[in-house]
């Protein structure tokens, strides 16, 4: 009698690529702050924690990605005390709704570009609603300047046309 055993084997790059986008997602984070110091331009606005949330959620797994969301708020408060704690945790909990939000509206649609684009909208919000119920309306207002607006929108378009060409083009290659 034999055995049969199937080992799936692990590819380097199923490994290594989350590693990767960890290190740049962690790397980014850690130079944002001098960055925007030393060209006055606020890359805040660019949403570079949204940015590296939906990196990983193109270029590695939903694990890695729910990892991204919880750590890189942390990271970015332990290096240079930005978010305030609360703030921290909002913005944990916002990123980690983004995340489920996201991989539940892609199941059911099958629509990367409305599913990135209501998830990242239904998500924000959520952390304003929660910036309001735990902070103040006039707290909301301020973080809600219309060039913070206008920037948001236009980087949840870009994103959300982003996740939907590279899953297109990946869903095309596979066919071939």
């Avoid at 962690?26 to 949330?53: C, D, K, N, V």
């Avoid at 599913?115 to 207002?141: D, E, H, P, Q």
């Avoid at 607006?149 to 869903?171: C, D, E, F, Y």
Wanted: hydrophobic share 60%.
């Amino acid at each position: 009698m034999s055995l049969n055993i199937k080992i799936k084997s692990i590819q380097p790059t199923s490994i290594l690529q989350p590693i990767l986008i960890d290190l740049v997602a962690l790397g980014f984070i850690l130079l944002m702050p001098a960055a925007a110091h030393l060209t006055g331009i606020p890359f805040y606005f660019l949403e570079p924690m949204r940015i590296m949330l939906v990196a990983a959620l193109l270029f590695s797994n939903r694990a890695n990605a729910y990892l991204i969301a919880a750590v890189l708020p942390v990271f970015s408060f332990l290096v240079s005390g930005h978010p305030a704690p609360v703030k921290m945790t909002i913005i944990i909990a916002e990123l980690l709704f983004n995340v489920w939000l996201f991989q539940t509206l892609i199941r059911r649609t099958k629509k990367p570009f409305l599913s990135m684009f209501s998830a990242i909208v239904l998500s924000k919000l959520f952390c304003y609603l929660a910036y309001w119920v735990i902070f103040s309306w006039s707290f909301v207002v301020a973080e809600s300047q219309p060039i913070f607006l206008v920037a948001q929108l236009a980087i949840t378009l870009v994103l959300s046309v982003w996740m939907a060409v590279v899953t297109t083009k990946r869903q095309t290659n596979r066919k071939f």
